[in-house]
């Protein structure tokens, strides 16, 4: 069955960096479009960034543009959100995200910037 396993979350100062990673299992890793999500407290869930199967192509939510790079390594089926320039307001429990025959998630990982 699909898996998607986050980790990599944590505290983190406002300025600072966090990498995210998402294990992928149960499907042909490179064969699927990955994103990331993400839901802040009293919020709705929300795209953060989106990668290609092949990883060539990326978007990014306005928001995040120029601070967050989303990549993958399909020899490992591993999917990556590299965090910098944290400020408070991306405070929230991060989702790795696949449509495979349906829509996954997976269990989340809480990032908390604040000093």
């Known amino acids: 069955q699909v898996q998607l396993v986050e980790s990599g979350g944590g505290l983190v100062q406002p300025g600072g960096s966090l990498r995210l990673s998402c294990a992928a299992s149960?499907?042909?890793?490179?064969?699927?479009?990955m994103s990331w999500y993400r839901q802040a407290p009293g919020k709705e869930r929300e795209l953060v960034a989106i990668?290609?199967?092949?990883?060539?192509?990326?978007k990014y939510a306005d928001s995040v543009k120029g601070r967050f790079t989303i990549s993958r390594d399909n020899a490992k089926n591993t999917l990556s959100l590299q965090m910098s320039s944290l400020k408070p307001e991306d405070t929230a429990v991060y989702y790795c995200?696949?449509?495979?025959?349906?829509?996954?998630w997976g269990q989340g990982t809480q990032v908390t910037v604040s000093s």
């Open positions: 149960g499907f042909t890793f490179s064969a699927y479009a």
């Open positions: 995200h696949a449509i495979v025959r349906g829509a996954y």
């Open positions: 990668i290609s199967n092949t990883g060539v192509s990326t």
